[in-house]
């Protein structure tokens, strides 16, 4: 459960956010979507605690994302942009650095860990370093490593940057199947179509401010258009930046 | 706490030790530098210092039989005379060639010129481009010029002239310095060897744990994790401090062995650089590990790139070497205030060593301790430099 309200956030003249409120419930996909430099990765880094928000204030799970900092992070899992491991360490031991930095250790971490590699059909490269990893490789173990610690909470930015149609279906199918298992998944897109596929709620941002947000048949009745798209448009003015 | 600590140390040891090339780098590249370059250096000095006392010099002499009083002269000066049947065109490419450093060419008509009290020619042929010959082309011509110098004292009191007449100005030169005084310099760089070669052991981590960590992308995700940046901060200096104190080692080890091939006895230094030796320099820059360590971390911390980090931190390797250098320019003295100042107390504890001098146990502490303190200070530094959001880039 994750709750924004009135986030802002200024990086020198620039405004990146603007009195940002909304809301993800449990069991629920909820989108962040707008065009690039909107403010959706600014938000997501408020919220997986790496920077601050000037003011405002934003919970996950009840906990104050700045106040209680370290007791969000067992909360959560994050694919940050980039998904950065550790080019000297395979698979296997980049996910369980972080299960280890979790807390787990033993044969409760081999076992998750061999989960993960079989849910994420990781298992082809499971033994092999890092540093010569595709991007959808990449992904899918920093994938693995946010989900180590079964966190209630999965934050994903731009999760399907630099995937092909495959790796694309395959994280759907992965966060569907988280959200059966009731976690609060929240992730930022630009590419509408992705968020229509796979949204149950929509926050579409503009300019560091929210424009809109609700279920997708809810955006289309708003906005009095039949399709999802012409409903966004009609939301943000124009169809600029949106793929 | 202590157990995520060890997981960020366990994980930088492993991740630096597969990095193949930066480990040769470090590991041996650092320690074998310094202990070699050393001992060339060393013996060098040695070379000088020896020839510069009653070593025999060669001289290849054509024409020996025109001068016989000279070459005589030369040869109770320790000049090593080599009778040659060439002419003065083959001596000078002999010369040349490098196959003698100095020839003396005495003409035909030497004795005739002599005898008229004419100035009687005489060639020297040599190199000046050939650095190696230059000391015995020196002695050469100071033997030629005291030969010289006697006879035209003679002419002159057969004349009844005082030969002081010639001598306006008598200057003598007195050189205070001792083989022990010059080997300061070198001790200097042996120190500086060891800091260098430490700091080489865990430049690379610094880097890759920080500004590379960046770069990478991995440094967003870590810091998502329910662990202290204080923690990842300490873990990661940790692991650097100990790949230098590996470094240190190896170096300490690599110096023991090289040196017992070189005489330092003869420079003023105590042969013998054992273990016990080797031991107090080893305790003695523990501390040090922990001070460069932050301090390369902190620099880094600052950087926005692999590439400025290493530009930056080539600059803090060449740090120390100030204190250094600046105590072998003012030939200071050990005190207790100079043991507070890192890299210098560290500096004059080694060379006191080396040197076979007592060192006291009070130097070697605040040595230790102030060293350490300062470290400390720095991953204090390091700690509050990493708790910044411009740290993300």
Known sequence: MIEVHAISKRFGQVRALESASFSCADGKITGLLGPNGAGKSTALRILYTVIRADSGSATIDGLDVHKDSLRV???????????????????????????????????????????????????????????????????????????????????????????????????RDLLRRVRAMGVCVLFSSHVMQEVAALCDEIVIIDNGHVAASGTPDGLRAASGKDSLEDAFVSVLGSGEGLA | MTRRLAVVFRKEILDNFRDRRSLTSAMLFGPLFGPVLFAVMISFALDRVVSSEDALVRVAVIGAEHAPNLVEHLRRSNADIVPMDVDLEQARKMVAAGLEDVVLFIPVTFGEEFAAGRPAVLQLVSDSANSAAEEGVRRIRLMLGAYAGRIGSMRLQARGVSPAVTIPIAIDEVDVSTPAGRSVLLLGMMTYFIIFSMLMGGLYLA??????????????????????????????????????????????FVFAVVLTQVPLEDLGMTSNFGPGTALRIFILMLPFALLGAALMTCVASFTRSYKEAQTYLTVVLLVPTLPILFAALNTVRPSTALMLVPSLSQHLVITGLMKAETVPISYLLISFISTLVLGLLLTGLAIRLYQRESLLG
């Not at chain 1, 031991?93 to 971490?109: C, D, I, K, Q």
């Open chain 1, 73 to 171: 992070r067992e909360r959560i899992g994050v694919l940050s942009d980039g998904a950065g491991l550790y080019p000297n360490l395979s698979a296997r031991e980049n996910v369980a650095y972080f299960g280890r930095l979790h807390g787990l250790s033993g044969r409760e971490l081999d076992a998750r860990i061999d989960q993960l590699v079989e849910l994420l059909d990781i298992t082809g490269f499971a033994d092999r370093r890092a540093k010569g990893f595709s991007h959808g490789q990449r992904t899918k173990v920093a994938l693995a490593r946010a989900l180590v610690h079964r966190p209630p909470n999965l934050l994903l930015d731009e999760p399907s940057n630099g995937l092909d149609v495959m790796a694309t279906r395959s994280l």
């Open chain 2, 207 to 252: 880097i890759d744990s920080t500004a590379g960590e960046r770069e990478r992308g991995s440094l967003e995700p870590l810091l998502t994790l329910p662990v202290s940046r204080a923690v990842l901060i300490v873990g990661k200096i940790l692991a650097t401090a100990t790949y230098m104190i590996t470094a240190l080692a190896l170096t300490l």
